[in-house]
């Protein structure tokens, strides 16, 4: 507790109550879309990500806020991912396209997610990357604000190479509500990400990236399991990590079997529409 | 464990055992509600109020004990709660008028919240507030009973500012059964709250507010959310916590947004009656 | 974890492997309960108890071991408990009626639990008390093996008192199984038990007690809910409890609604056979 | 976290991006199983094994991955265990039967499990062993790493001795992907494993073995709970561990009802295919 900071008691507060006057703090009310476009996608790649949506949310991933995306096979520029609602309740319906700056290519009056800036970023500079969670899971959060590396403490989270990078917002606008609002703050976080599978978010989640649908659902998965493991693991001593040697040979074999779990999960959210 | 105060060994669990010729120490049989008179308020305020009950049963906030309010629509001054039962199994019938000192309107036999002077104390004095959330949760207790300060440790839980106060009720009375059963209590507890979203209360729980049903039903889960993570990073090592900066900007962002959430937890629910 | 003691490395594994050629060492067949005779207690004892077996089940205090009896209606010097099975499954036909010595009345084949002699002992000291839970709680084993003694760290739990005594078994013989086998184990954990309403048994588990069924489940569950929110107080800091004037107070304060928990597990156990 | 050794931070997640031209790297596609040679061993046999899948996954022993075998009882050199995938989704069709060197007998175009020699390397020198468990468990992952010694905390888990010895696949080769995918790896593993019942692996998970199915099972399922509530004890102070005396009596006495627990795991399963 002695590291504890205790910030000066502004009446952060009374922004709360002022609430009930500014109409911008009010909850939007959920657009209602209108008929949308049927997607000219795979169906394949879109009945993946609505999955995925539903998967991250069985799995804890996500609740009610966070996000995940896939690039479009008929424009790699461009990406695809729900309109701005709870991922456990995605349909076909509500998935939307984006372009190479993240805006909508037809809204038709569905909103966006404020984030989308995130995966523009990302899409633009890792070509390898097919698809990309934002999650604001509660057991990546403890490493995000203590520095505390995470860092590999068993095979299957073996993409977590030499250790996650924490993403520090305050060294790009030292002033902003923690959210990736606009394509610089998205810039950043790519760079920050660099070539590697996970980013924390200080004070805020975090990105996973993989070369499929199901390879950044597992990450996602995986880094929040690990996240747990390694902070039980810190409190008994110190760890034994995989080895510089050990990591790229378990990170091959756990992706060659991530199909298995991928069934099992798709089995737990069972039939969408 | 070196803190550890153990108190005289005093046998107070006679006090257990002589329960059984006291009457006034045996549960009280539920009593079964006489058609009660249809209340006149706004059906939507009211069907949010038994979801408000249901999900937050859902999202363990509360077991058998808690309650949640909201002001009344028609009479400002007053406000609606259900009688006194899990909110698990609260449906529409069970909801009760109170005026503005927490005393029943028509009961008609059915039995009140011992608690209900939290709600009036609070309605009295913040006119902004339009629901209120008291809850006993486990994650929180920690936190009330070892003075450290539960501060927003990610951007969704901004709206506890600078730190939840924590209300100790000895500081009114020192000899209590800890519960809010009168408005002396009531008011202490609503100054100790002041202008905030949240107030711990030492060795009981804490009690969270919104400017709408959705709003408070949000801050009371996020609540609970933020101490589990705060205590687990606290272990990990000093945490950085949202700046002063961050935490107005970041709570107008969730705001902007809870209805999402609004959204799934009412399909974690169902259909109500 | 200086203070682990690591015993001397028996090869107590032998044990297991021998155990393939001694048949004691095997799991009994559950044995087929032959028509039984119906008891003649009051239906809503019955009831109840069913309920308690299948509501600890289902709130995680008991797993495929651990029992609850009640006092018998009809011979107050009797008690009634399911014979020997998981208490999840039990249905009113699996209870059996036993004497004041832990012995079935009318066994007619059917296995009845080895630990009876827990309940017969206490039922003899204790006429106050008219139901028993015996658990192997996860969450409480933490404090029967370390010394930390259990105290209400809120009002809900205030029946623990002063404090839960933790019973040492080999104390009485200090070469057991752990189980209390017969009625001189039962006596002593009884003596150890005194006039409280829960005692811990030391890499074992617990028992609590009540003036009626519901009383019983109601500290049985609250005791372990209490043990998970101190151990993780004791991680943030000093803990501040219930004071000594608190306790007796909020005791009868929580006794007064516990029919309201009582209302809700059951509504999730559902209808009962 | 002083304890915690930082690596070198070499590029591994270029292997990551790399992979979406590795094809060995990518998720191997189920094979569709073909018309499967129906087994020929005892229907009950094969029965509890694919309860034992489901079981295991229902009860967080495994996930997507890990896997459980039986000895064959018409062959005892040789085992029968599910093709690869998640054992949560394992039904009768799926079991594949292999001989002493860990291969299949009729693969006829299913895959194995790439571990398989876990098993048969077990098999092959402890001839009390009728089935084998190996489960990822995210609450041993912490004992495997810290060395930290699993040993029984309560009576439940007495089979764990004077406690789980810890396998390190670096003692056997420095430079592997974590997997036991050949015999070498195997005897090592069995080696370690010596005459216990279980046996940690370092960074991976955990072998339980037993002398039946439900008596695998149910060392696997309380080795996890052991490990959770001994990490939670740890934290509390020196921990008073089953002594030397109690160890082989209180395992006796708890196999002698592990089936009341194996009716339990089934009956929450349910109706198998």
Redo the contacts between chains.
């Keep these: ?17 002022l ?2 006057v ?1 109409p ?7 657009s209602a879309p209108q008929a949308p476009a049927p997607l000219a996608n795979d169906p394949k790649l879109l009945e993946d990500l609505v999955y995925a949506n539903r998967i991250l949310y069985q799995q804890d991933v996500l ?3 966070g996000h995940v995306s896939a690039r479009s096979d008929k424009d790699p520029s461009h990406f695809l991912m729900s309109r ?3 991922p ?2 995605v349909t076909s319906n509500d998935i939307m396209e984006f372009d190479s700056d993240g805006e909508p290519v037809d809204a038709r009056g569905r909103n966006a997610y ?1 984030e989308r800036y995130i995966h523009a970023a990302i899409y633009r500079v ?1 070509p ?1 990357v ?1 698809a990309i969670v934002h999650s ?1 899971s ?2 990546i ?9 995470l ?1 590999p ?4 989270s ?2 977590l ?3 996650a990078p924490i993403f520090e917002i ?1 060294d790009t606008d ?6 990736i609002r606009n394509n610089k703050l998205g810039d950043a976080l790519a760079k920050s990400l ?4 996970v980013v924390l978010m ?4 975090y990105v996973a990236v993989g ?2 649908i ?2 950044a659902v597992y990450c996602a998965i995986y880094t929040q ?1 690990n996240a ?2 390694q ?23 756990s ?11 798709k ?1 737990r959210v069972g039939k969408i529409e």
């Design positions: 507790m002695s590291g504890l900071r205790i910030g000066v008691l502004v009446a952060v507060c009374a922004a709360f109550s609430a009930i500014l911008a703090a009010r909850p939007t009310p959920q609740d009610g806020f701005s609602m709870a456990g309740l404020v890792r390898d097919k604001h509660p057991d959060i403890p490493f995000s604000v203590t520095g505390t590396i860092r403490i068993y095979h299957v073996a993409f190479g030499a250790g305050r030292r002033s902003t509500d923690m959210l660099g070539d590697r599978a200080r004070g805020h989640g070369y499929s199901p390879a399991i747990r493991v902070a039980e693991a810190m409190k008994l001593g110190p760890v034994n990590f995989l080895s510089a040697e050990e990591i790229p040979k378990a990170q091959a074999g992706e060659a079997v991530l199909g298995r779990s991928w069934e099992l999960w089995s």
